[in-house]
């Protein structure tokens, strides 16, 4: 080889390890930079803040504030001031955990295409916050605030900015309805239900809801009247098809006349601990022409319409904001008549303030007396002491599958009559009738109530078949 041509490659080794050490130096010197911090990198008064606005995914919301916060778009749209303050709140004591200064190449943080852009204005003092790449090792975001730095930061800001209008949409506020005083409902149920402790109505101490349907009192079951209302709290009103319904929109969606209206007075406390009376009202339709369609279904197979999906929509008061409704909560909802919210129970009262059953069964009458000693009452049938846990788990077993006003014209299976400490009921008449192989019928003071499962039926006889054979 020639001796000008090594040289020329000798020159070509050395210059490429000359620039190989000084990038390593640079890029030692670029990480050198990168130093913990426990630096405050912004600090932005909450109320000082006069705009906000974030793109994040080629989309961009924009607020401003005039005494209140406005959508930039449409002044209609029902801002919720506290989620603008929840994410206005991030920017009062904005802090940092890394700071990598001189940055060169804002692209391997990700910031020179940000996954979001958040700016901010008081007036005085315009900012940009920009968000990168999300450090895995780190678990921290990279973001740009200006200033020439590279920041990474232990409260993420996408947390706050990765949502849409909806996220920002001031919903109506349902309360947790605790403690209500009357429940009233329009519409396909027309019926009113007061809560009334010692009600002269209650089969029990838990009987504190009484319903007044056509001019009469009847109690009702607690548990499934706390259920109704803790469907109507537990409703999740999110999923706006607007938030400025007009009278034509109402009438689209069926709530200019709703199916249902329930109207529920309560209080609640308040900062000071004082009860404070308030109403709330609930609007409910299912979708007008699909209401329809369903009636005239319904008469041809009702089988097929209880699994249907069902489009519904809700509103609240007065409200400009209308919400679609899941299948299942509509279903809820509208499940409020008087036969949804009464005792499935036969026997609705308490076993424990029986003091005689009489038993007719066969043709045969049988006599269970109790004597009482403090909170304890002991059965007896004639002089024989009785457990009588299986007969009363059997009469507590008597519900109803479903609710009925026919007349029994089958033979009478067994006929109860209880004695109790009850003022308002001290004594009760059950007679239970042979209806087909599945059911039997239940009438209760002499008026027939509900169907309930031939083999519950069948368990009571037996039981008392325990004792009186032996």
């Known amino acids: 080889m020639k001796r000008s041509k090594k040289i020329y490659i000798l020159a070509a080794v050395l210059l490429f390890a000359c620039l190989s050490t000084f990038a390593l130096n ?42 209140k916060w406005f959508y930039d778009e449409d002044e209609a749209f029902p801002v919720d001031e506290e989620k603008i303050n929840d994410r206005l709140n991030l920017f009062k ?134 259920k109704y209302l803790r469907n109507i709290s537990n409703l999740n009103l999110t999923d706006y098809v607007t938030y400025k319904a007009s009278d034509e929109d109402l ?63 809700a509103r609240v008061g007065q409200s400009q904001i209308v919400y679609k409704l899941e299948t299942d909560d509509y279903r809820e909802l509208m499940a409020a008549s008087y036969d949804s919210l009464r005792h499935l129970e036969v026997f609705p009262a308490d076993f424990a303030d029986i ?10 009458d049988y006599i269970i007396t109790s004597q009482k000693k403090g909170n304890d009452r002991t059965y007896y049938y004639k002089t024989e002491k009785l457990d009588i846990t299986d007969f009363q788990k059997a009469m507590e077993n008597l519900k109803a599958d479903s609710f009925t006003d026919e007349s029994p014209g089958e033979i009478e299976e067994i006929s109860l009559t209880v004695y109790l400490d009850n003022k308002n009921y001290p004594k009760l008449k059950i007679q239970l009738y042979r209806y087909d192989g599945i059911h039997c019928l239940a009438v209760v003071d002499r008026e027939p109530v509900s169907l309930v499962k031939r083999s519950d039926v069948v368990a009571l006889i037996e039981a008392v078949h325990a004792f009186v054979l032996k």
């Open 26 to 67: 640079r890029y030692q010197e670029h990480v050198e930079k990168i130093k913990e911090t426990d630096q405050v990198i912004l600090e932005i008064p909450s109320d000082s803040v006069k705009s906000l606005s974030w793109e994040y995914k080629s989309k961009t919301l924009a607020f401003h504030k005039d005494e």
């Open 93 to 226: 004591e904005f802090g940092a955990s890394f700071i990598i200064e001189e940055v060169e190449d804002y692209g391997q943080y990700g910031l020179d295409d940000p996954v979001c852009t958040i700016n901010l204005s008081t007036g005085d003092r315009s900012y940009e916050i920009k968000l990168g790449d999300y450090s895995k090792m780190d678990l921290q975001r990279y973001v740009s605030i200006g200033d020439g730095n590279v920041y990474l930061v232990k409260k993420d800001p996408l947390n706050f900015f990765d949502g849409d209008l909806r996220d920002m949409i001031d919903n109506d506020k349902i309360p947790s309805l605790d403690e209500v005083t009357e429940i009233q409902f329009a519409g396909r149920e027309t019926y009113n239900i007061l809560y009334e402790e010692d009600s002269p109505r209650a089969y029990s101490d838990d009987d504190v809801y009484i319903a007044n349907i056509n001019g009469k009192n009847l109690p009702l079951d607690k548990s499934r009247v706390d």
């Open 251 to 313: 009438k689209s969606y069926g709530l200019d006349s709703p199916e249902l209206t329930v109207t529920v007075k309560y209080t609640e406390k308040d900062e000071k601990n004082k009860e404070i009376a308030d109403t709330f009202v609930l609007n409910i339709s299912r979708d007008p022409k699909e209401r329809k369609d369903a009636e005239k279904a319904s008469k041809k197979d009702s089988k097929n319409t209880e699994k249907e999906e069902i489009t519904a929509y």
């Open 355 to 364: 003091k005689q059953i009489d038993i007719r069964l066969e043709g045969n």
